[in-house]
């Protein structure tokens, strides 16, 4: 069993959303990422999956996307992203399908680890963070707590969590979320959203405070699934 992570998988099977006008890397990327995961992923293995899902707006919209992400193999465990609107109930999403978990205020088990995670949302900085963006920053945190609290109740102490923004802002400062990592000895944190080079290089990457940090934006990962445990 390995645990692997891609992120931002931008899918529209249903949705005439082409990724291409984000540059050639995009383009056929939904094959690409299936060529890549069918050489890669055994059905044993778990996929972490944070967020940017789906182009699909509602539900209905986002499923032939569901569906293409349940046929391939493995566990695969999702948190939300900031564009997949589609994500309303998480109970609803849970009751789907047997190998995928949606993730929000509980934990999924692996083995000895215990797969945490939320959202997250965009750390103070000096562009741009107004007062709706602090409420739902603090909310983030609450949520995630929820998540790596239950976690910790249930006896794991192998803690992974997964977000889709990044837990710092661009100066790559601490913020609430890494006070809440270091505050329980998180093992590893896998996050998406950063997207191009000028991007990629705002993104918090390798060890800090004893945390291993790691971006998994499926353009960054060159849509490759990368080995975690």
């Known amino acids: 069993m390995a645990i692997y992570a891609i992120g931002d998988l931008h899918l529209s099977g249903f949705v005439n959303k082409p990724m291409d006008k984000f540059g050639p890397i995009w383009e056929n990327h939904q094959e690409e990422i299936k060529k890549n995961w069918l050489e890669i992923i055994k ?8 967020g940017d899902i789906s182009w699909g707006m509602t539900l209905e919209e986002a499923y032939v996307d569901l569906e293409y992400i349940n046929n391939l193999p493995g ?3 999702l948190v939300k992203g900031n564009h997949d609107y589609w994500w309303k109930s998480v109970s609803k999403l849970n009751s789907l399908y047997e190998n995928m978990y949606f993730l929000q205020n509980n934990f999924i088990p692996v083995e000895s680890y215990a797969i945490c995670g939320s959202r997250g949302w965009i750390c103070p900085n000096d562009i741009k963070f107004s007062l709706h963006d602090k409420k739902i920053y603090e909310r983030e945190e609450k949520r995630l707590r929820l998540s790596i609290e239950l976690a910790n109740k249930n006896k794991y102490n192998k803690i992974i969590v997964i977000m889709h923004f990044p837990p710092t802002n661009d100066k790559l400062e601490g913020s609430l979320f890494t006070n809440l990592f270091e ?18 290089k705002l993104g918090l990457k390798g060890y800090k405070n004893g945390i291993e940090y790691k971006l998994v934006s499926s353009d960054y990962i060159k849509f490759k699934p990368i080995l975690i445990v």
Request: charged residues 40%; glycine residues 6%; negative net charge.
């Open 43 to 50: 059905e044993e293995d778990t996929v972490l999956i944070p």
């Open 75 to 77: 566990k695969k465990i």
């Open 183 to 200: 505050e329980y000895k998180v093992e590893k944190v896998i996050y998406g959203h950063l997207h191009g080079e000028d991007s990629f």
